[in-house]
C-alpha cells in the first residue's frame, strides 16, 4: 500500500512536469507596450472604471483614501496644480484613481468594486488634460499573476525526500 503511494506521487510529479513544459511563455517589453484605452478584454468593447452616481461622499473618501495608500495608485495628477485636480470634487477624484487601479489590476469587476462605491461604464471619462488612460510605466509596474507559481510541486519533492 505505501509503495503504491509513492507510485502514486510519482506519476503526479511526472504529469506536472510535463504540463508545466507545455505551458507557453509569453514576453513583454514594458517598452513595446501602448497604453491601454480603458479595458478592451471584454467582448462587449471598452471599460472604464468611475464612482457609482449616488454613492454618499463618506464612501466615496474611503475608498478614495484606499486606492491611493493601500491600492498603490498614484494621485498626484488629481492633487491641486494635477491635470485632474478640476473640478475638484470627490466624484470626479474617486472616478480618477478608481479608473486607474482598475487599469493596472487585471481590468475585471472585482477591481472595479470598491465596497459598491464603483461601476463599469463604456464612455470615457477623459476630458481636457486630465486622460484615464494609463501610461505605459504604469502598466509595466502593475502586479503581474505570472510570478505566482503552484509551490506544491516544491513541496511534494521535499516530501518524497
Known amino acids: 500500500m505505501r509503495t503504491q503511494f509513492w507510485i502514486f506521487l510519482l506519476l503526479l510529479l511526472i504529469l506536472n512536469f510535463f504540463c508545466q ?7 513583454i517589453r514594458p517598452e513595446s507596450l501602448v497604453g491601454p484605452q480603458g479595458n478592451t ?7 472604464w472604471c468611475v464612482a457609482r452616481p449616488g454613492a454618499s461622499q463618506a ?6 483614501d484606499w486606492a491611493c495608500g493601500i491600492g498603490r495608485v498614484d494621485c498626484s495628477v488629481i492633487e491641486r496644480h494635477g491635470d485632474c485636480y ?5 466624484v470626479s477624484h474617486a472616478s ?20 459598491g462605491t464603483a461601476t463599469l461604464t463604456k464612455i ?12 505605459k510605466s504604469e502598466v509595466s509596474a502593475a502586479r503581474s499573476l505570472s510570478k505566482y507559481k503552484p509551490r506544491w510541486l516544491l513541496l511534494m519533492c521535499i516530501g518524497l525526500l
Open 86 to 90: 478640476e473640478p475638484d470634487t470627490i
Open 96 to 115: 480618477f484613481a478608481f479608473n486607474a487601479y482598475y487599469q493596472t489590476n487585471g481590468n475585471n469587476r472585482i477591481a472595479c468594486y470598491f465596497g
Open 41 to 47: 478584454t471584454f467582448l462587449d468593447g471598452t471599460t
Open 59 to 64: 464612501e466615496l473618501q474611503r475608498a478614495l
Open 21 to 27: 513544459a507545455a505551458r507557453p511563455v509569453m514576453t
Open 124 to 135: 470615457n471619462p477623459s476630458y481636457g488634460k486630465c486622460s484615464y488612460d494609463v501610461s
